[in-house]
């Protein structure tokens, strides 16, 4: 399998090159005299990402699709993300193939940009969640 996610049966939507990765960690940080400080993990996932996926000059027809599948999501219901993961190794039983890794993400930002005729650009902001 690829970089992406499916949308729709078995459509898939490949994103372009460059796809970005954003991460935060969740910290609880306790300040004392003389700059001391102890610092501590929020929760057992404290680790937070953002990935940013950009669909450039595609089809309206393809933009449209995948915004429906985003759409009936509402930013509530996770789908499944693969990822490039070169610390993977093969998995035969499992989604993501040798280099790949698969992880759960709700997309609740996504924005349309109408380019000329027929094809429009999507990018689309999707936020890891942990859970099964």
């Known amino acids: 399998m690829t970089i992406g996610f499916i949308y729709s049966g078995s459509n898939y939507a490949t994103p372009d090159k460059g796809l970005s990765r954003q991460t935060k ?44 599948f985003l759409d009936a999501q509402k930013g509530i219901t996770k789908f499944p993300l693969i990822l490039p993961d070169s610390n993977q190794s093969s998995n035969p039983s499992g989604p993501a193939g040798v280099g790949e890794k698969e992880i759960k993400v709700v997309a609740d930002t996504y924005t349309t940009t109408y380019l000329y005729g027929t094809f429009y650009s999507l990018t689309v902001s999707v936020r890891r969640v942990y859970e099964a």
Do not use: M, P
């Open 25 to 68: 960690h969740a910290v609880n940080v306790s300040k004392f005299g003389d700059g001391y400080e102890q610092r501590v993990a929020k929760g057992i996932n404290s680790q937070g990402e953002t990935y940013n996926l950009q669909f450039n000059n595609r089809t309206a027809e393809f933009v449209d699709d995948v915004v429906v």
